[in-house]
């Protein structure tokens, strides 16, 4: 390419095109690629460090969800139960989990998107292993199947993921960020929003697959988001400083609204449906976003032969189809509760959620404007 004069408008192009040239490599095809050998090792050593982050992360995420729980069931058993924050063992399950997702964060930097998303799956196949030890769960043969079938499917990921070696910086980031991809990309998906949004507020449409599809929208700006702000601080560690240049704090903006954003539709959609509902579609829909939102912002697929494409979605299906056997019918805990849950007495309806406050005066009778109440008052000023 011949070299542009200092200046000229298609300077700063140019020389993302040469920069992205430099690191933006494939392993060579050969009998070493796409099996555990020598070959591969040597090729994919900065990869492995971001699987071994994003594993451990989950697995401590895995923890922390379980000593949290462990915690408030502690308070619920007490006579007198304090408030959960103020509990030092909830708050060392707080602590844990920030641990588990600043591995996650980091790893985004050492490895690309549609290699890291996927591994999901071990944050929830390890917390059903983990209550099992921890809080005496059952282990049910579905359970084992699961986790059998989510190791194997991360083994494909980590495998036939792309092989792709690239380190960006905040021009690479510009480059994408204005790729003609990206623009439909982004144009397409906040169509979409915005339809699901008119059609869940102004609607009243909460049904599970638009609320977790809002998500998942959310949830492929926070992966480019955050793959950009780790690759720039770890370009920055190792090589140039990238953190003055506008563009990471355009990312680092992005980040934290879709994350804040993302939160609180799910947190919608814990409270309308069982968690065993959530979880596994909330995955599903998460991950399918995040390898659509690498594909196509960070091109991660590109120049990968069919072969491995197909093995790599064999691979997810397999994760997936674990993480829906792990919390499928899985019990859920009840805690000792304050009140009489009418709903529960066989052949009773259930006149109201909670039980009233025995000070007051219609403790113990049904409610205003009864049938029963009216006739049964009838009834006695008539003897």
């Known amino acids: ?30 009998s070493g690629n796409g099996s555990l050998s020598g070959a ?14 994003s594993i451990l992360g989950n697995l401590v995420i895995s923890i922390s969800l379980n000593i949290q729980k462990y915690s408030h069931l502690q308070l619920a058993h007490q006579e007198h139960p304090r408030p959960y924050f103020k509990s030092m063992l909830w708050w060392a399950g707080v602590v844990l989990m920030a641990v588990g997702e600043t591995g996650n964060f980091a790893a985004y930097g050492f490895a690309p998107i549609t290699l890291i998303a996927p591994l999901g799956c071990m944050s929830v196949t390890g917390s059903a292993f983990i209550s099992v030890l921890f809080l005496k769960e059952n282990l049910r043969a579905s359970d084992l199947l699961g986790m059998t079938l989510a190791f194997a499917g991360t083994y494909l990921l980590v495998n ?21 991809q990206f623009l439909i990309y982004v144009i397409l998906e906040i169509l979409i929003f915005c339809i699901l949004l008119y059609f869940h507020k102004r609607k009243g449409m909460k049904h599970i697959v638009i609320l977790l599809t809002l998500v998942a929208l959310l949830a492929s700006l926070t992966v480019i988001s955050v793959k950009a702000v780790s690759g720039m601080i770890t370009f920055s560690v190792t090589d140039k400083m990238q953190l003055t240049y506008p563009i990471f704090y355009v990312m680092f903006i992005v980040m934290i609204a879709s ?32 390898i659509i939102a690498g594909i196509i912002f960070y091109q991660e697929f590109l120049g990968a032969a069919f072969l491995t494409i197909f093995i790599y979605l064999f691979g997810c299906f397999l994760s997936f189809l674990g993480v829906f056997l792990v919390t499928r019918n899985r019990e859920k805990e009840h805690l000792p509760q304050s009140y009489i849950d009418f709903g529960n007495i066989p052949g009773k309806q259930m006149l109201d959620k909670i039980q009233p406050d025995s000070n007051g005066l219609s403790y113990g009778t049904l409610p205003d404007g009864s049938d029963s109440t009216k006739s049964q008052s009838g009834e006695k000023k008539e003897v």
């Open 1 to 30: 390419m011949a070299a542009l004069a200092p200046g000229a408008p298609g300077d700063a192009a140019s020389a993302a095109l040469d920069e992205l040239s430099r690191n933006f490599t494939y392993g060579a095809l050969g």
């Open 40 to 53: 591969w090792y040597r090729r994919n050593q900065i990869h492995l460090l971001g699987v071994l982050l």
């Open 160 to 180: 036939f993921a792309p092989n792709i070696t690239q380190a960006l910086s905040a021009r690479t980031v510009q480059y994408y960020f204005v790729g003609w």
């Open 259 to 290: 994350c804040v954003f993302q939160v609180k539709f799910l947190n919608q959609a814990m409270k309308l449906y069982n968690t065993t509902t959530v979880v596994p579609v909330n995955h599903i829909f998460f991950t399918t976003s995040a």
